[in-house]
Nanobody, 127 residues
């Protein structure tokens, strides 16, 4: 059983930045993916970014966030972070961290393939 907890959300003006963190406990397997999804009011949950550890390390991004979002692992804090720059109002959503064991590359963007989820952290972009 993997437990996840997100932090770092908040209210920021357009053009601002945030750094979200996802801390996990109970993860023992070395072949897994950790991802960020987001869900805006009235919309479906959408893929944002993922890192997959399977032999090597591969990072994936949604086209809508490439160049503004950076996902990385902080070994010192044992977290997987999402740096979000140049925020705009369309980034307003609840951001969720997800964990999935033994995911293949074609599955990393699918929320249904992740069995473990955090409770989410709210990001609101507003002036």
């Amino acid at each position: 059983q993997v437990e996840l907890e997100e932090s770092g959300g908040g209210l920021v003006p357009p053009g601002g930045s945030l750094r979200l963190s996802c801390k996990a406990s109970g993860r023992s397997a070395s072949n897994y993916a950790r991802a960020w999804f987001r869900q805006a009011p009235g919309k479906e949950r959408e893929f944002v970014a993922a890192i997959r550890w399977s032999g090597g390390v591969t990072t994936y991004y949604a086209d809508s966030v490439k160049g503004r979002f950076t996902m990385s692992k902080d070994n010192a804090k044992n977290t997987v972070d999402l740096q979000i720059d140049s925020l705009n109002t369309e980034d307003t959503a609840i951001y969720y961290c997800a964990d999935g064991p033994r995911l293949i590359a074609s599955s990393v963007r699918s929320p249904s393939d992740y069995p473990y989820w955090g409770p989410g952290t709210q990001v609101t972009v507003s002036s």
